[in-house]
């Protein structure tokens, strides 16, 4: 087999069995930014792939490394099973006992619909990290992991070639900062039934009816804890 990059019509021999050859794809694929596959591949230090792999003249590492994990099967959240992507999601409570919600900007899925803020999780992330990373994005707030509470999840099954997605969420007590739509849509601050009452993404709606109901509960039994946003 070999290897052919357009910009130099150079080849590579492959001196090694598929398996290796695959090995060495999938720690370039994961390897630091820093080292750089071009320099690996003319040097002749890794053969040719088991597939045919074509290197774009002028393509950068960065963008070569994202074609190889695609090609490898390599997503996100790879420790879970495979079929859905994992996100987080905050509820944060404002000392009047309102809960902050983002609407999602044009152009996006669910547009114009309101959700609780939050993201993806990373492959590298605990899901309380990736949700202080997402809400200093998203609004500009510091906010603490140990702040972050699970408080429920739901979850909605793969369709239409769609992975499926579960959603973690989490009651936030603190943070720092002015809660602010830095990616677009709108925030709004909403008691527990004008949440409910906001058309939402189906999940959402399934989160904020449970968020509710956790919330009458605390309150008939004198445990909520409203938020302080400094």
Not at 111 to 126: I, R
Not at 155 to 181: F, K, N
């Amino acid at each position: 087999m070999v290897m052919v990059v357009p910009a130099t019509l150079w080849m590579v021999k492959s001196d090694a069995s598929a398996i290796s050859a695959m090995i060495r794809l999938y720690s370039i694929a994961v390897a630091p930014e820093a080292s750089s596959l071009s320099s690996l591949m003319k040097r002749g230090t890794i053969g040719s792939p088991p597939v045919s792999c074509i290197l774009m003249a002028g393509e950068s590492d960065r963008r070569v490394k994202k074609r190889l994990r695609k090609r490898l099967g390599m997503e996100k959240n790879p420790t879970s099973p495979p079929g859905f992507i994992t996100v987080v999601a905050g509820a944060l409570q404002r000392a009047d006992g309102r809960w902050l919600m983002h609407q999602r900007p044009p152009g996006k899925a669910h547009a114009g619909l309101w959700e609780f803020p939050g993201g993806k999780v990373e492959a590298h992330e605990m899901p309380a990290e990736s949700l202080v990373r997402e809400l200093a994005e998203e609004l500009g707030i510091l906010v603490d992991a140990g702040d972050c509470v699970p408080a429920g999840f739901a979850e909605g099954r793969a369709a239409d070639g769609q992975a499926g997605i579960v959603i973690l969420l989490y009651t936030v007590s603190a943070w720092q900062g002015v809660p602010a739509a830095r990616e677009g849509g709108a925030i709004g601050w909403f008691t527990p039934d004008e949440a409910r009452g906001l058309p939402k993404p189906p999940l959402d709606v399934v989160l904020a009816a449970s968020l509710r109901a956790k919330s009458a509960c605390a309150g008939d039994m004198g445990l909520a804890k409203p938020g302080r946003g400094a």
